[in-house]
């Protein structure tokens, strides 16, 4: 078996429902557990049922917030190897606000309490001890859609509670992202409903059979074991993922945007370039005068500014294009579309790329193209004159390749990758000792035969290898009916689905043709649910450059000719800058008013050259 999820999870809330069947299942791989509730028999009950090798319990109630320090440090001497708190207690109750004389007000805080406030006085409690440990610790939060789209009208003070858990939990994790070497992951579960004891008779009378209602059980935890092995921040299971990869997915990216602006006006002088006047600002008592509410006004307009402001147009001013390089150190190129096209290099690219390094900038070759290693590209960039070495080249096959081999946690038995794609993820994954099928082996580049139906729905091991873990998709020029036939398969029967990038289209000749994110496509209709991408823009990869080349990203700055996936990762890596080329997929009209912006822009890349005038 491979390494546990977590060496031992402290799981609140473990005596009935989700938080039961999720000790069971982390047993089951391997976990230890401390089971949390106020039921005692049922933690006695449990305790057997695992066996006291692998689990103890404490009796308590969240709700007692004065003992909550007391209760965190008994549980953390006694059992020093925590690496992960689980806050699963949950209550939910029926008010009808609108029938002022029912509603319970008791009721109503001790709900607010249970499902928001003391989930943070455990989490303040259990913080110092997370954060002396030397490796990666988790908080995980059980949180709801109801939090997010608060359908269920019945249960209105449920859904503020979930709504107030979840702002909470966004700030808490870009807080602790901003400390030095923080190892706390922060994830948010989002269930649908799902059949358990909280919507059941005992607690919700009027509610018939309302322990039927939703996902089963089993089900529901053997999905949510899956994502907690991907390790995303939060995710959404049956149901709810339409909604978290949906409308939420719009609102994390809008918070990952405008938290910095914000954050950036409400600086003091010397770090912001706004250069508020920090008086203005209404600090301490002048919070309450008349100032605060100017400020306020100020400051949001200059927010507003800040959000659609026009990019910087550079082309032609030597002056702009100087302030505008001084202000970095890391320049992090996209390729295609940048420095050539296909095979047709740019005029002027490899002069731009000397005359920044003379002026003393590290250069960085970031691609989404995923049918070359870095060796390849380091022969494209020799063949078209431009000077490079492979340290200096990121590409999407080696983010994927170092995510499979080092990231993702998978069962020594499953730990070969089905590929979709061409030689570039094969070298990357060689590279990183992983095993691998598929890819540019001629025996999947064949045509459909009729018994292959049986065969792959039943499993048979002369087409389904029960050692693949992970299906890989890349751009794949040769993609057929039997390769999309068997990742379909491999992901139903719980391989992890991955892809090296979503670009929808791939420049090439002064043209587009299909992207590696085409390649995709057909899977996710098929499966409803998207692939953990580790290209431009997902973050994995920035984390993964900068875990590599150790830059100030307020000193960076990302250059790309695609909004959607160059200047997103840039604006979503809070990079210093952005800066766009229209020699590529984006036009001037997406870069002036499309939803995403560049700080500045260029007609093409040799147009930064007269900045030596
Ligand atoms: N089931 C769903 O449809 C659904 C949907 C979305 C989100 N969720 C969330 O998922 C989580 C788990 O819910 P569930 O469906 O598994 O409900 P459940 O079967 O009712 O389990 C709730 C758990 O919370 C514990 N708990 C409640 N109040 C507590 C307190 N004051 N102190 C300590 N423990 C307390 C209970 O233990 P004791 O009674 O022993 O104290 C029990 O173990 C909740 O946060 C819930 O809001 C559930």
Request: hydrophobic share 40%; charged share 20%.
């Amino acid at each position: 078996m491979s390494a546990p999820l977590y060496k031992k999870a402290l799981i609140i809330g473990a005596t009935s429902g989700i938080g039961e069947s999720l000790a069971i299942k982390l047993v089951s791989q391997g976990t230890k557990v401390v089971l949390v509730g106020r039921r005692q028999e049922r933690l006695t009950g449990l305790v057997s049922k695992l066996s006291s090798e692998n689990a103890s319990s404490v009796q308590f109630d969240i709700t007692k917030l004065s003992e909550i320090s007391a209760f965190a440090s008994k549980v953390t001497s006694e059992n020093p190897d925590i690496d992960a708190v689980i806050l699963n207690s949950g209550i939910q109750r029926p008010f009808n606000f609108a029938d002022a004389k029912s509603v319970n007000l008791d009721i109503f805080q001790e709900e607010l309490l249970t499902n928001y406030t003391s989930f943070v006085h455990l989490t303040l409690a259990f913080l110092p001890f997370l954060q002396a440990q030397e490796t990666t610790t988790h908080l995980v939060y059980l949180s709801a859609t109801l939090g997010l789209v608060p359908t269920l009208l019945r249960t209105g003070g449920y859904n503020a509670s979930k709504a107030a858990l979840h702002h909470w939990i966004l700030v808490f994790r870009e807080q602790l992202k901003a400390q030095p070497d923080n190892k706390i992951k922060v994830v948010e579960v989002f269930p649908p409903a799902v059949q358990t004891e909280l919507h059941d008779t005992h607690h919700q009378p009027d509610l018939k059979d309302g322990h039927l209602i939703g996902m089963p059980l089993q089900q529901f935890t053997d999905e949510t074991y899956e994502e907690l092995v991907k390790g995303e921040d939060q995710f959404g299971i049956g149901m709810a993922k339409k909604t978290v990869d949906g409308i939420e997915k719009e609102r994390v990216k809008l918070f990952q945007e405008q938290y910095p602006v914000i954050t950036n006006v409400l600086s003091p002088p010397s770090s912001s370039p706004m250069q508020w006047p920090r008086h203005d600002l209404g600090v301490g008592d002048q919070w309450t005068t008349p100032l605060f509410s100017r400020s306020f006004i100020e400051i949001f307009a200059t927010f507003s500014a800040t959000m659609t402001s026009s990019p910087h147009y550079l082309t032609g001013d030597p002056t702009a294009l100087n302030e505008f390089i001084d202000k970095f150190d890391v320049f992090l190129f996209d390729c295609d579309g940048v420095l050539w096209s296909g095979d047709h290099v740019f005029p002027g690219t490899a002069d731009t790329l000397e005359f920044l390094r003379s002026r003393g900038k590290q250069v960085v070759f970031v691609t989404n193209n995923s049918t070359k290693s870095r060796a390849d590209y380091k022969k494209k960039l020799d063949a078209l004159s431009i000077p490079s070495n492979v340290e200096e080249i990121f590409g999407s096959s080696y983010s994927a390749s170092v995510y499979i081999s080092r990231i993702l946690k998978l069962p020594e038995n499953k730990r070969k990758v089905f590929v979709v794609g061409e030689s570039g993820i094969e070298q990357e994954l060689r590279n990183e000792n992983v095993p691998f099928i598929g890819g540019t082996d001629p025996a999947f580049r064949r045509d459909f035969k009729p018994e292959d139906y049986g065969l792959i729905a039943k499993g048979d091991p002369s087409m389904i290898d029960p050692e693949v873990g992970v299906v890989l998709v890349g751009l794949d020029f040769h993609l057929n009916y039997l390769k999309m036939s068997l990742a379909y398969n491999y992901i139903r029967r719980g391989a992890v689905f991955l892809a090296t990038n979503i670009d929808s289209t791939l420049p090439n000749q002064g043209g587009l043709f299909p992207g590696a994110g085409s390649i995709s496509a057909p899977l996710i209709m098929m499966l409803g649910k998207d692939p953990v991408a580790l290209g431009k823009p997902s973050q994995a990869m920035m984390d993964a450059i900068e875990g590599k080349f150790h830059f100030d990203r307020s000193r960076t700055c990302m250059v790309g000719d695609r909004t959607n996936t160059d200047i997103r990762f840039g604006i979503e890596g809070k990079l210093g800058g952005t800066l766009a080329v229209l020699t590529g997929v984006s036009t001037k009209d997406d870069i002036l008013h499309g939803e995403v912006r560049p700080a500045a822009y260029l007609d093409k890349l040799s147009d930064l050259l007269s900045a030596r005038q």
